[in-house]
């Protein structure tokens, strides 16, 4: 059974970094894009990025282009989110998933697989 599993959510302050793993197993994980979403309280599920299973596509909410960067590493089956100058905008759960085979999806609806989310807080 497929399984995905985030961390390295915490307390930073307005303009500091944080750096969010994702590691999935149970499937070839260089098949499937990879994405990363997140919600804040009282918020709907927002896409923040995703990367294509080569990691040759990437693709960003135009609300964190220029400040986080999606990366992955597939000998590690594991996929990275760098987020640096963060806003107390940011503060929200982050999740990850897994997408289908052959799409780079940016919607939750496209996504079977997800994390239990990690909690990021930005303040100000």
């Known amino acids: 059974q497929v399984q995905v599993v985030e961390s390295g959510g915490g307390l930073v302050q307005a303009g500091g970094s944080l750096r969010l793993s994702c590691a999935a197993s149970g499937r070839t994980f260089s098949n499937y894009a990879m994405g990363w979403f997140r919600q804040a309280p009282g918020k709907d599920r927002e896409f923040v990025a995703v990367i294509s299973w080569s990691g040759g596509s990437t693709y960003y909410a135009d609300s964190v282009k220029g400040r986080f960067t999606v990366s992955r590493d597939n000998a590690k089956n594991t996929v990275y989110l760098q987020m640096n100058s963060l806003k107390p905008e940011d503060t929200a759960v982050y999740y990850c998933?897994?997408?289908?085979?052959?799409?780079?999806?940016?919607?939750?609806?496209?996504?079977?697989?997800w994390g239990q989310g990690t909690q990021v807080t930005v303040s100000s």
């Open positions: 998933a897994q997408g289908r085979f052959g799409r780079i999806p940016t919607t939750p609806k496209e996504y079977d697989y």
